[in-house]
């Protein structure tokens, strides 16, 4: 029977209503049984813990990340698998975050949450967390059968770092837009085995996630002089360029001449698409060539939170712009083409 070890870190799902002044408050985890007693139904064995005080999932941070990292790394001899209860805002960047802190993995850490509170009516907590606790349950001749960071949510189970909040309002809140879902769970609980990552590494632990880095999205009309004092002025070592479709931004030769400028001092520019899907593809057309004589990094089809907290934690290692654009644009836990 696995052994799985729930975390709470906060958010919607570990809320309960009181219905006597009609506002939410904190669920106490240690009664989980009683309130979902279909959980008795796994064949798991399960440990709840609370990373700390419950927390807005807006103000997750790099010290938040750092602290569930170093709990998992604490148990992961003791458990087959960890389900972490996280609120819907920022989930995708702390999951992102953890698929680049762990390599070798071979245990499931999969992550949940919800749009309704748990003691809700029509709450989608219940059935987000029984099937995350059977997903990370699941084994085959007494090993677990996932071995990556997931996220698993309304009925299904997905990349962590390939994944996307897209609803604030609807159950079906996240979206894996450039890669296929690794399971659905309906009458059956399906799961592509084909698709599941397989550790080519050994166990090990990078907790170091470096925060200058910068997002910054490009729209027709933008103020120029703005673009260039945030370009030109601000003390970062990598950007997060969103730009239009395939990777192609306006021609402007002093943006251009900026963008030069802050590269050759070592700033890493990476370019993503801001569309909902698809790639990057520098150089396809003259509005990316720029770009690619400059030697920006292709982001391909990697999602933003996923290119955020890969270039927070690839700098953390103080490694140069040439290695940062190689490691970058390689395939390191599946959060790329």
């Known amino acids: 029977m696995a052994k799985i070890l729930l975390i709470y870190t906060g958010g919607t799902i570990g809320m309960v209503r ?39 999932s807006s103000d997750m941070s790099i010290s938040h990340w750092q602290s569930l990292i170093h709990l998992i790394d604490k148990n992961y001899k003791k458990y087959d698998g960890f389900v972490v209860l996280h609120g819907t805002d920022t989930m995708a960047y702390t999951a992102s975050a953890l698929s680049f ?79 296929p879902n690794l399971g659905e769970s309906g009458v059956e609980m399906e799961l592509n085995e084909q698709l599941l990552l397989s550790p080519t590494e050994k166990y090990s632990v990078n907790d170091g996630f470096s925060p200058e880095v910068g997002l910054l999205k490009i729209f027709p009309g933008m103020n120029h002089q703005y673009l260039y004092d945030c370009i030109g002025n601000l003390n970062l070592k990598a950007l997060v ?76 290692n103080c490694i140069d712009r040439q290695l940062f654009k190689s490691e970058f644009e390689k395939n390191i836990c599946g959060e790329i083409k």
């Open 241 to 316: 360029l969103e730009a239009f479709g395939s990777g192609n931004v306006f021609n402007d030769k002093k943006f251009n001449h900026i963008l030069a400028k802050r590269i050759d001092e070592g700033l890493n520019l990476i370019v993503l698409s801001q569309c909902f899907s698809g790639e990057v593809h520098l150089g396809k057309y003259s509005a990316s060539s720029a770009l690619l004589e400059l030697g920006a990094v292709s982001g391909k089809d990697i999602t933003t939170e996923a290119a955020i907290t890969k270039s927070m934690s690839l700098l953390s």
């Open 101 to 179: 802190a762990f390599r070798g993995l071979e245990k499931p850490i999969i992550f949940t949450g919800s749009q309704l509170p748990i003691g809700d009516l029509r709450t989608d907590a219940k059935e987000n967390l029984i099937s995350s606790i059977h997903y990370a349950a699941l084994q085959k001749e007494d090993k677990p059968i996932i071995k990556e960071v997931c996220i698993y949510f309304e009925y299904k189970l997905y990349r962590a770092n390939r994944t996307t909040k897209k609803s604030a309002n609807h159950f079906d809140a996240f979206a894996s837009p450039n890669f």
């Open 18 to 56: 009181d219905y006597q002044t009609k506002s939410l408050r904190p669920f106490n985890f240690s009664n989980l049984l009683e309130r979902i007693p279909e959980i008795k139904l796994i064949e798991a064995e399960l440990d709840t813990i609370s990373l700390g005080e419950p927390i807005d």
